[in-house]
């Protein structure tokens, strides 16, 4: 259920001391022998522990976090298996990361713990997956790539698959069913936060339609429906009020294709919208993720196959205000354009991200936030060398088109 790491001594060039831990001792066992399969390698023995432990069960989770310096939290759906995990790292003096895309989840473990971890000076910083480190820290590298002040940018996703086309475990699936019925719990929740206004600099971007043609990639596009757009304004309001810097006003989307993808989308996003008011719509739709996702999300995920032939790309159209001039004064006079690109994102992107994370907790303490807390990926790590670390890793950041006035 969950991973812990941890390390020893001098990471850099030292060694780095980690394990497995969850329910079942045999299939913590067999995932390392996979994977030492997969590397060419017999498995390492004692230098990976293994360590039992379960949600349901507060002391086996405790021994765990006392054992370790960070924790790689891969429970899920979060809203029902993650807090345990978090609440152990946070008594017992261990960080914590995960991968989750459930804005409930992320939120509501700020408002629970940002002020005790800050105490205990543990970092538990959520969404270090493809939910959102493409899309946090892609905003990031486009403001540090424009020579003067990046006001406003707006993220487009493309996913690309071979002829095996694409498949998504049905967890993934789970959370998004949960997430919506839960919509209006999440509205109470930031009321209760009393998250202060992020400030519009420049001109105000202007928000599409949900579904609307690009001309840019020719293709229809829709809202991003992922944590991507909360997560950023989360970075944002943190370096504006935490590092009294420049806001970035942000707008999330994803490619659909052609005319044919708009109709099947549109049919079945509105079976999802009714069922997913409803507990028995709700039962039916996790009990039959496949049909009701047209084959895209399974109980089994997707086969290696499908995971090598898939990739993707997300841009990022930026504009700003060149050095010298006024963002309150006049319209933006200068656009970038980036992009990071990687592969699958769900079962490769996305554990790529989460141990560069990791390691950009263990290995690069003194550019992290001073105090603990509950972060954001951008806030915890918009100084380290997380984006110079996926760079070397697959997960790659470039600038498409220099800043032009």
Known sequence: AAAAAGGEGQLCGG?????????????????????????????????????????????????????????????????????PVVEACVENGASCIDISGEPQFLEGMYLKYNEKAAEKGVYIVGSCGFDSIPADMGVLYTRDKLKGTLTAVESFLSVKYGPEGVGVHDGTWKSAVYGLADESNLKKLRKQIGYAPVPVVGTKLKKRGFLFYSPEFKEYCITFMGSDASVVKRTQRYMHTELQQSPVQYGAYVTLGGLGSVIKLMFMGMLFLLLVKFNFGRKLLTKYPKFFSGGYFTKEGPTQK???????????????????????????????????????????????????????????????????????????FSKTKLIDRLNKRGVEFSVISKPEV
């Open 306 to 380: 499908q995971m090598d032939g898939t990739s993707f790309t997300m841009t990022f159209f930026g504009e700003g205000y060149s050095e010298g001039q006024d963002p309150q004064n006049g319209k933006p006079n200068v656009k970038i354009c980036t992009e990071v690109k990687g592969p699958e994102p769900g079962y490769i992107a996305t554990p790529i991200a989460m141990v560069q994370a990791a390691l950009s907790l263990l290995e690069d303490t003194a550019s992290l936030p001073k105090r603990g807390g509950v972060y954001s990926p951008g806030a915890a």
């Open 15 to 83: 060694r780095l001391r980690w394990a497995v831990a969850g329910r079942s001792r045999e299939k913590l066992r067999a995932v390392l022998e996979r994977a030492a399969e997969r590397l060419g390698k017999t498995v390492p023995g004692e230098e990976v522990g293994v360590l039992l432990c379960d949600v349901g069960d507060a002391d086996s989770l405790a021994t765990m976090a006392r054992q370790t310096r960070l924790v790689l939290n891969c429970v899920g759906p979060y809203r029902f298996f993650g807090e």
